[in-house]
């Protein structure tokens, strides 16, 4: 499981790419450049034509200047409509086609109903489907005309519930792809199960609903193994005006109630099959009710009266969603992530918590730490039911952060998933502050007071004095009023004095019914106003060397800067740049390999000298990455590498290809059976006389013209690649 975290903000602003996500839009862009394969061909064959004649010559000139507009071997493109889907929309269309299958799960769970409750008792579902399915309709076909199929649940077949399955848009069944919902068979609930008694769960969560005067209701249905309740009832019971609000819940056992007025209520919930449970609550001004209703099978008795109107087959989604409970600078602990047929299913919840000090006043906590980027981990290991746990320092912005998870199982099922984690607090303030200020600079820089807490108040502004700047006729104390649900907003005019990077620390104390505190720090950098000029010195350190450097009269103080860098040889003023030689890799084998190899001789050069960061680390791991897969398709079938993929295999580029793999396996995952095999093909042609004979095909560019016939260059350079 691979995991990254980060601000929502930071794709609004894409274009101005900071941070990690400069990597990220840098990389995607590049992948999707197109990219054009021109390969030398000679003036004499295109003028005089050897035998062929002069129309087929010039259709090869043809075809070798515009290649990449020609695949050199047949085309095997194939799509089919709702298959072959975008990365970037993969999430919204693989939900669709969820929502269909659970809409066919429920005429199906009707269908199965008629023929189950007069099967014999023992009767086996998943057999009993079979048959029906070999001769039924479309409702037991998925989006894509495959079967669906039907399995008993892992936890074991006296549960009642079924694995309903659809292969997909691949047509293969245990993928990635595979879109899944659950049927549950009554017949085999027991006498047992049916002593057990209906329960409703409810949590408050105070002004946490919109701002619109009115309470919000969310209820989750499920039965006693913990199994969601698909097409429930739900009624709430208004105590006062005896109106009554009913709905029943989706395929994920949810259904929600909005624009309640405060007041008391009564919920109940009932399901056919299933014992009523009913509890009271009593609802306030922006109160969001949290209600979990687990509804506990009937007796025996009522199956046997409800069989002949209701369906003892039910139709249900089981997906349990784990609550993210966080506030700005907390630690954000993922307490369960669950795995389903590749696909990540994360729900998100947010929770503001104000601390307070001991004698009760609130205690504002100090925000400074506002990364771009939160967290990012390519190895998270689960345990072997597919769960990990893991601690993130949470920032101090209040904000939405997008979680961006791919994941993938030892048979090689891959999963992703995006989720986001909302990160919120009832009262504080922020500052607008430009890019940079240039020395003398007068600004005046907005003030936003955010209040979404339950009572308006009296909000003290307080901004810290610092050397670097002046307040003009202003006053470093201000006092805003600000409504309940509304944003206030102050100024104040500064001018900047110094030069470099400074902090600028505005505290906020509202005084009060909710009486809150907030106290933000943000950092600016204030620059020269004038032009920079640079004088460089440069020359060979054997004992002293001396150089003056004067300042002008008029350069502005605090502007000027002296940097002195020592290497101890040439090659260390290379390392400096070492990031510039990254390159996107793109064309056939050897173009590839011409932009993929100094990529990871680079990488890896990097990390022994330490000279690597982050955001370069990144960046060379996706190029590799891409000329990696690349290098792959160029892969002959029976062994070796040719430049297009094409047999026959050329054994010196094989050679080269060997080392480039094994290089390459010092920083990137390779897999080592490629290794292996590449091996024991430039084994498999050697001589009995221990050469290797020349290759009868040669791409006419350059040095490898002069191994046509060299015997000797050839056999002395696929040994040393396969010594090495």
């Not at 202003?474 to 001018?495: I, L, M, N, W, Y």
């Not at 600016?524 to 000029?533: C, L």
């Not at 990144?618 to 190029?623: D, Q, S």
Request: charged content about 25%; overall charge neutral; some cysteine.
């Amino acid at each position: 499981l691979g995991l990254q975290v980060v601000d929502e903000a930071v794709f609004a602003l894409a274009e101005k790419q900071p941070g990690f996500a400069k990597v990220f839009f840098y990389l995607e862009q590049e992948v999707m450049k197109p990219r054009y394969e021109i390969h030398s061909i000679g003036m004499p064959e295109i003028v005089e034509p050897p035998e062929k004649s002069e129309v087929d010559q010039r259709d090869r000139a043809a075809r070798a200047l515009f290649s990449a507009m020609e695949i050199t071997t047949a085309n095997k493109f194939t799509t089919e409509i709702g298959k072959d889907l975008p990365t970037t929309k993969f999430a919204e269309y693989s939900s669709r086609y969820q929502e269909r299958l659970s809409v066919k799960a429920i005429a199906l769970a009707e269908k199965l109903s008629q023929v189950f409750k007069h099967a014999p008792k023992g009767t086996d579902p998943v057999r009993m489907f079979d048959t029906i399915a070999k001769s039924g309709g479309p409702e037991f076909r998925d989006a894509w005309n495959n079967r669906l199929t039907l399995e008993p649940a892992n936890w074991g077949t006296n549960s009642g519930y079924y694995l309903l399955r659809s292969a997909g848009p691949d047509g293969r069944l245990k993928t990635g792809d595979d879109l899944v919902t659950w049927l549950y068979f009554q017949q085999k609930w027991t006498a047992e199960a049916s002593r057990t008694r209906s329960r409703i769960k409810v949590e408050i969560e105070h002004d946490r609903g919109a701002m619109n005067g009115l309470a919000e209701t969310d209820v989750t249905v499920v039965d006693p193994v913990g199994a969601v309740i698909s097409g429930a009832m739900v009624e709430l019971h208004n105590a006062s005006t005896r109106k009554i609000r009913t709905a029943r819940t989706n395929g994920a056992g949810q259904v929600s109630f909005a624009g309640l007025t405060a007041g008391d209520y009564e919920v109940r919930i009932s399901s056919p099959g299933f014992k009523m449970a009913m509890r009271k609550i009593s609802l306030r001004v922006r109160d969001r009710a949290v209600v979990s209703g687990t509804l506990a099978v009937g007796e025996v008795s009522e199956t046997v009266e409800v069989t002949a109107t209701a369906p003892i087959v039910e139709a249900t989604m089981a997906s349990p969603k784990p609550v993210f409970g966080m506030a700005a600078g907390g630690v954000f602990d993922i307490q369960k992530v669950q795995s389903l047929n590749g696909a990540m299913d994360l729900g998100a919840g947010n929770n503001a918590v104000l601390l307070k000090n001991e004698s009760g006043a609130p205690a504002a906590h100090v925000r400074s730490y506002f990364p771009e980027a939160l967290y990012i981990n390519p190895e998270i290991i689960t345990d072997k039911d597919g769960r990990a746990s893991i601690e993130i320092p949470l920032a101090d912005s209040i904000t939405t952060w997008r979680m961006a998870m791919i994941a993938s199982t030892q048979h090689g099922a891959l999963g992703s998933s995006n989720a986001s984690l909302k990160v919120f607090q009832d009262f504080f303030v922020d500052l607008d502050l430009p890019v940079t200020l240039t020395q003398g600079d007068r600004v005046s820089i907005p003030v936003a007071i955010y209040n979404y807490s339950d009572s308006p108040g009296d909000v003290s502004l307080q901004l810290k004095a610092d050397d670097w700047f002046s307040l003009v006729d202003d006053t470093p104390a201000k006092s805003v009023k600000v409504d309940t649900g509304r944003v206030g907003s102050s100024q104040f005019t500064v001018e900047a004095k110094r030069i470099g990077k400074f902090k600028l620390t505005l505290s906020a104390q509202m005084n009060g019914g909710a009486n809150r505190a907030d106290i933000v720090v943000r950092e600016i950098e204030v620059v020269p106003n004038g032009r920079e000029q640079s004088v460089v010195f440069n020359g060979r350190l054997e004992n002293t060397v001396q150089h003056k450097l004067e300042f002008p009269a008029n350069a502005i103080p605090e502007a000027s800067k002296i940097f002195v860098r020592l290497y101890p040889g040439p090659i260390s003023q290379v390392v400096e740049g070492m990031d510039s030689i990254l390159r996107m890799p793109g064309g056939c084998f050897e173009q590839t390999s011409s932009s993929t190899y100094p990529n990871v001789l680079a990488l890896d050069y990097m990390k022994r000298t330490k000279k690597l960061t982050p955001e370069v680390h990144a960046k060379a791991e996706g190029y590799i990455a891409n000329g990696y897969q690349r290098l792959l398709t160029f892969e002959v079938p029976g062994g070796g590498f040719s430049w297009f993929g094409n047999a026959p295999a050329n054994k010196v580029l094989t050679a080269y290809g060997l080392m480039e793999f094994y290089d390459m396996s010092k920083v990137y995952d390779v897999d080592t059976r490629v290794i292996a095999r590449t091996q024991q093909w430039l084994a498999q042609q050697q001589q009995p006389d221990g050469s290797w004979k020349p290759d009868t095909e040669f791409i006419n560019e350059g040095a490898t013209t002069r191994y046509n016939s060299d015997v000797l260059r050839i056999t002395a350079y696929i040994a040393w690649s396969l010594k090495n």
